[in-house]
């Protein structure tokens, strides 16, 4: 992998006929999903959401960036891996890189932000310790969870 940090959390996806654009390789589109997918997973792994990361709070997304590295086509199966590297008061950086499985080359990769978010009082606040806490325990821990 290129970043020196390594990623505990990964996921296979598999390349969707959908997920193809005129030019008969994966769109731009699809990676921002397949991150998000990721993501979705990641929380999941904890018991959380996107509409609940505890204390009555879910996250927003507020920065998404992707650098597109390679092509990936039709059927091809990705491992996408994520961490939360960064976390602040109220925010939190993830980073995603996509590896396509057959010959392990890197399509992509990216980063997200995400706030905690009080969707009832549409406002942002502080992130639950408990998130805080459960994060920092897994992204320290020196097992690659391959799901």
């Known amino acids: 992998m290129t970043n020196q940090t390594p990623y505990r959390f ?3 996806l598999t390349v969707r006929i959908q997920d193809i654009n005129y030019g008969a390789h994966l769109g731009n589109d699809a990676f921002i999903q397949y991150f998000h997918e990721a993501r979705i997973q990641y929380l999941d792994r904890f ?3 996107e509409m609940d990361i505890g204390d009555g709070l879910g ?3 507020t920065e998404l960036y992707c650098q597109f590295k390679g092509e990936a086509f039709y059927k091809d199966i990705l491992r996408i891996y994520a961490r939360i590297r960064d ?3 109220v925010r939190f950086t993830m ?3 996509m590896i396509r499985e057959k010959d392990q080359v890197l399509i ?3 980063y997200s932000v995400q706030a905690s978010f009080d969707y009832q009082a549409r406002r942002p606040l502080p992130l639950p310790e408990s998130f805080i806490t459960r994060v920092k325990d897994y992204e320290r821990g020196p097992k690659v969870d391959k799901t």
């Open 47 to 49: 018991g959380f959401s």
């Open 108 to 110: 992509a990769t990216g």
């Open 87 to 89: 976390i602040k008061k």
């Open 59 to 61: 996250v927003i997304l």
């Open 95 to 97: 980073d995603y890189q």
């Open 10 to 12: 990964s996921t296979l």
